[in-house]
């Protein structure tokens, strides 16, 4: 299940981010890797990169951030 925090709704309309896209992103990231007790997935959608900032709580991603490198 995904959550998405009220920050990260306000990125994906700033960033013109669709939930779809970080839907991809998350079932096939190009690349995973961890800062503490976040996880940041990657994946190149649309010639460019669009990263997701997520915690996983009670087998749920929970949402922090998204944005396109």
């Known amino acids: 299940m995904i959550i998405l925090t009220k920050h990260a709704k306000e990125r994906m309309k700033e960033r ?24 940041i997935a990657s994946k190149r959608i649309n010639k460019e990169i669009l990263e997701v900032v997520y915690v996983i709580e009670n087998n749920k991603k929970i949402i922090l951030t998204c944005y396109y490198l």
Do not use: Q
């Open 16 to 39: 013109g981010i669709l939930k779809k896209d970080i839907e991809k992103v998350l079932l096939n990231p190009d690349r995973i890797y961890r800062e503490n007790h976040r996880v």
